[in-house]
């Protein structure tokens, strides 16, 4: 579990992080925020959706069709789409609003990044890192377009434009339905009157509506790397079982028994 620490010159002074390029972090993550702002990009590569927060709708990258599945990871930690979604290219870092209402930079301390070399918080002198100064920099302009995402979505909500999204998925032998996600109502964008529409274009959130749209094409992408998955956890448990069953006793003349053991 993540545990986020402020980045202070008291805590961090002499202390350095080591870049990584897995993201293992995220393999458990069915699904990811996304802001306004990437979603031109993502809906590239992943299905877009939208969850309810706190009361509000947010977009969301699908990225698992299970709990605690994100299948853009493999194995090995390597990210498998084209696109990463901005919030998890800071990692280990991240921002957090403090109690003066202000946002600070924190670390993640269980992410096992912090190392005895590497890259240092801060130089000799005290002075910030740049790359601290580059990272604060972009997750302010991340939370500022989060600001904005959530006063789009609430304008798609006003308008009636989210509808549930029936998805169904194998549970073993069973359909499932997943519950809880949100997509466009097209016969609801359809009559949306002139005047409403034109609002719809003017605030920006038009392009939310048709990124989402368009990214529904890739669901049928993500189900084909979840059946992937189960036939390859399939076969990987039948070649154990093979190699576990020791048939060598067939080639002898032991007498077999199969009384009590």
């Not at 006003?158 to 999204?165: I, N, R, Y």
């Not at 339905?177 to 529409?197: C, H, K, M, V, W």
Request: glycine share 8%.
């Amino acid at each position: 579990m993540a545990l986020f620490q402020p980045v202070s010159r008291q805590a961090f002074a002499g202390k350095f992080w080591q870049r990584t390029s897995s993201y293992a972090f995220a393999g458990q993550e069915a699904v990811c925020a996304l802001l306004a702002q990437e979603m031109p990009k993502a809906v590239t590569c992943m299905p877009i959706a939208f969850m309810a927060e706190s009361g509000q709708f947010m977009p969301v990258a699908l990225q698992g069709l299970q709990p605690g599945q994100n299948l853009h990871v493999a194995a090995d930690g390597r990210w498998l789409l084209p696109y990463v979604p901005a919030a998890y290219r800071a990692y280990p870092f991240r921002s957090a609003l403090a109690g003066n209402g202000q946002f600070v930079l924190c670390f993640d301390m269980e992410s096992g990044l912090l190392a005895d070399s590497g890259e240092a918080f801060f130089a000799e002198d005290g002075t910030t890192a740049p790359f601290l100064s580059q990272l604060a920099g972009f997750l302010q302009a991340c939370e500022q377009d989060r600001a904005r995402t959530m006063q789009l979505t609430a304008l798609l909500g006003e308008l009636g434009l989210l509808a549930p999204w029936p998805i169904t998925v194998k549970d073993g032998a069973q359909d499932k339905q997943l519950t809880g996600i949100y997509r466009i109502d097209e016969t609801a964008l359809n009559s949306l009157p002139a005047e409403q529409f034109e609002r719809l274009r003017q605030s920006g959130a038009l392009v939310m509506v048709y990124c989402q749209l368009l990214s529904m094409q890739h669901l049928a992408h993500l189900g084909e790397r979840a059946r992937q998955l189960v036939a390859a956890r399939q076969q990987l448990a039948a070649s154990q079982a093979s190699k576990e069953l020791d048939l060598s006793f067939m080639s002898g003349s032991e007498t077999l028994s199969f009384g009590t053991f």
